[in-house]
């Protein structure tokens, strides 16, 4: 089994910078791609983005290329989403996912494994 923490949400005002962080735990061998989710209040999950297993591949969801970048440490089986000059429509919770698969994905039924949010609010 695998266990994600996401850590790095906050308040922040609209321009403003924020690093989430994921730390997995557990069989970590089994992980290969990984992605961030979000939920707004009301709304469905969405995509935000996503890393294939070796970091060499990145995808996004068009409202955040430009602004948000998305890493990895395979040493510390850690992922990392970096967003830049926040709007208050990126306010939401936040998820991280991990897929046994090695390739990208931005589909949710592609991961095996969701942490349990950490909560992102940009004021304007």
């Known amino acids: 089994q695998v266990r994600l923490v996401e850590s790095g949400g906050g308040l922040v005002q609209a321009g403003g910078s924020l690093r989430l962080s994921c730390a997995a735990s557990g069989r970590t061998v089994s992980i290969g791609a990984m992605g961030w989710f979000r939920q707004a209040l009301g709304k469905e999950r969405e995509f935000v983005a996503t890393?294939?297993?070796?970091?060499?591949?990145?995808d996004y969801t068009d409202s955040v290329k430009g602004r948000f970048t998305i890493s990895r440490d395979n040493v510390k089986h850690t992922v990392f989403l970096q967003m830049n000059s926040l709007k208050p429509e990126d306010t939401a919770a936040y998820y991280c996912a991990a897929s046994r698969g090695l390739g990208q994905s931005s589909w949710p039924s592609s991961y095996d494994y969701w942490g349990q949010g950490t909560q992102v609010t940009v004021s304007s």
């Open positions: 890393i294939n297993w070796s970091g060499s591949s990145t």
